[in-house]
């Protein structure tokens, strides 16, 4: 336990693996003695390349003093933890994951996830923590700034480190969106991007190692050289439907995620009157989504309202369900972590003067004055559907490129539990 390492005169490589093996190599506190277990994700190449380091040297050690375990998946490549949380088994006994990368992982862990037959039952009970040690980390800084930290890369590394080896850890509801392209199905929770700022995500990823500072400078060079998109954008204006989203607010540690799923099925089991219907309910609980626009929920003729639809040059179409996509000003300020409405905002052509207006909605970005702009529409709904109908640019969900040219963006009633507080 706590192996001190020279990290001088090696390869990144090398210093990887050696990183590795002082980690898996780590005596876990006495299993009587613990107070809970996290199964962790590291991915050695998020951010600027730090995570191991940061498990080896300051995670490990904080949790051993705390007496919770781990179990380490240092992720080998794309689908490594998407393939590991599909099929373990043993998801139950851990009383959280622990993700060291960014956005893009927590993504494809919980696309792991949404892969399980009991993936609905998973979602709202194995809390998901989060060392920022990727280059967006939108749900991290959410999450932190609704209890006031400050949106700066140490604050929230400081307390996000406090917060995932604290033996009083909570975790809290965050929304989850239902997405469809045109071959698959995914679960979402921060964002989907298309044309310029989506350009800027997935351009500046070369420059990963410069932080957040890549996204700047790839603007810069974006807005220089601006480009339109054509698409259909097809919304529906979000209503409330009768339903006030509220958040579950739990002890990490007081309980597995087994022990949270087998209260949760007690309490939600309904008194039915033969085996079938309960058999039935108890079927639709762990496979479906609970759509927040689905005939069910559509309790009057007015709430069925028309879906707007927009064909057009675009240079920006940006949503997010989250108020923050990275440690600056929120993007959305009113958005709320267990609230299910998409904060959709967009930019067309034909509205902007000159080239000089999308620079100015860039760096307005950082003091939360670009919704303000009067060239950029903003609307909250409750579903959209983006069609691409020109070549050469990127769709992204959460960060991630999804290869698609049609896709469905839909609200809700389901949600994850994020690491948030301690006690
Ligand atoms: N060992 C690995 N090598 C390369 N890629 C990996 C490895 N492990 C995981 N990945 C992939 O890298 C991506 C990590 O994205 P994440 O957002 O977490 O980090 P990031 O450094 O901020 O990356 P990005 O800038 O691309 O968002 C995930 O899609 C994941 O599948």
Redesign the pocket.
Known sequence: MGATICCCCRSEQEQNEQLTSVILSREPPPKEQCRGSLLVFI?????RGKSLETFAHTVAPKLDRSLIRYEVVV???????RNVLMTKTDLGKFNGILIL?????VF?ALNGVLCREDAFRIFPNLPIGIVPS???NGLLCSVLSKYGTKMNEKSVMDRALEIATSPTARAESVALYSVKTETATYAAFLSIGWGLMADIDIES?KW?KLGGHRFTLMGFIRSCNLRSYKGRLTYRPYKARGYTPSSNVFSIYDKTTQQRIDDSTAITIPSFADSEDEEKHLKNQKTTWTLHDSEDTTSSESESDEEVVIEDDFINMYAVTLSHIAADGPFAPSAKLEDNRIHLSYILWKDIGTRVDIAKYLLAIEHETHLDLPFVKRVEVSSMKLEVLSDGSYVVLD??VVETKSIQVSSTRNNICVFSSTA
């Open positions: 991915n050695p190449h998020s951010g992720t080998t490549g794309p689908n490594h933890a990368s960014g956005d893009g992982l494809e990727g280059s967006g990823e990963r960060g991630e």
